[in-house]
Nanobody, 123 residues
């Protein structure tokens, strides 16, 4: 499966962005999906994940209440709605597909990765 993330950009503090991750090659309805981010000089970190059915989600504490992950399996697409953005949210955001349908925050459970999209939040 190939994953392509888009929707990043430059936004002011308090602004919003919606990231999309489109999958191709096969359906991802049986895959748990996750969003991760990596800021310059830092390790990649978990942001949010969603189960294959979309009924379960889990968030990093740093984005809880501000970000929302969702999916449209008919469109083979996963979304990340980001509200109340802060400068510390600045990073390259990547989507990934896990082997199982369950939702997981563990980096090692994800084996398919897309190219990232840059999100920059100005103060």
């Amino acid at each position: 499966v190939q994953l392509q993330a888009s929707g990043g950009g430059l936004v002011q503090t308090g602004g919003s962005l919606r990231l999309s991750c489109v999958a191709s090659g096969r359906t991802i309805s049986a895959n748990g999906m996750g969003w991760f981010r990596q800021a310059p000089g830092k390790e990649r970190e978990f942001v949010a994940c969603i189960s294959g059915s979309g009924s379960n989600q889990y968030y990093a504490e740093s984005v809880q209440g501000r970000f929302a992950i969702s999916r449209d399996n008919a469109k083979n697409t996963v979304y990340l709605q980001m509200n109340s953005l802060k400068p510390e949210d600045t990073a390259v955001y990547s989507c990934a597909a896990a082997d199982s349908s369950w939702y997981t925050a563990a980096l090692e459970d994800y084996h398919y990765w897309g190219q990232g999209t840059q999100v920059t939040v100005s103060s």
